[in-house]
């Protein structure tokens, strides 16, 4: 078998991950070899796959830039992934710079490499938890301790007219689209912050 160096902990360098993948696709360094041969093959059955990373990657900044601009002072990034070019706190921060940003996921290798995503001042932090388990993202002390729940945190039952919801911005790539329709995903789709 061959040596990895700098294995996180929980990290199996001999199967493809999405975080890896994705990291390579946008030029990153963390990822291994079956990572970049997945990726390959990937982009010889789908050519405009960088592209669309890339692309899916600037519509995320802006996406944060405008929530920013209409004053929302709060973000709970979910499925982070590894470190990469304008991450949601950098985004955010060139319209508020004293927002707050919670990044969610539960990858090993987000968690070894999260460095980046974590500012100095305290205002952003990880979560490691999955998605699906909306009471452990939202019941997290990091979370909670970073997210002012003044603003009434909480879950409500979808489609009720929340005044702010925490989005998701799609499970696209999913290997069973029921899944992507779960109490899970409801839960977190519907996770809101309401202003007072």
Known sequence: MTAFPDVPPGVDPTRPSPVRVHDYFLGGTH?????REAAERLKATVPDIVDAMLANRGFHGRAARWIA????????DIGAGLPTRNNTHEAVRR????ARVVYVDHDPMVAAYSGPLLAADGTTTLVTADWRDPGAVLGDPGLRRLIDL???LELVPPYTGADGVMTYAGLWGAEDIEAADTEGSRGIYCGVARRP
């Open 150 to 152: 003044a603003d009434g």
């Open 95 to 98: 319209v508020l710079p004293e």
């Open 31 to 35: 990822n291994y070899p079956v990572d």
């Open 69 to 76: 601009r209409q004053g929302v002072r709060q973000f709970i």
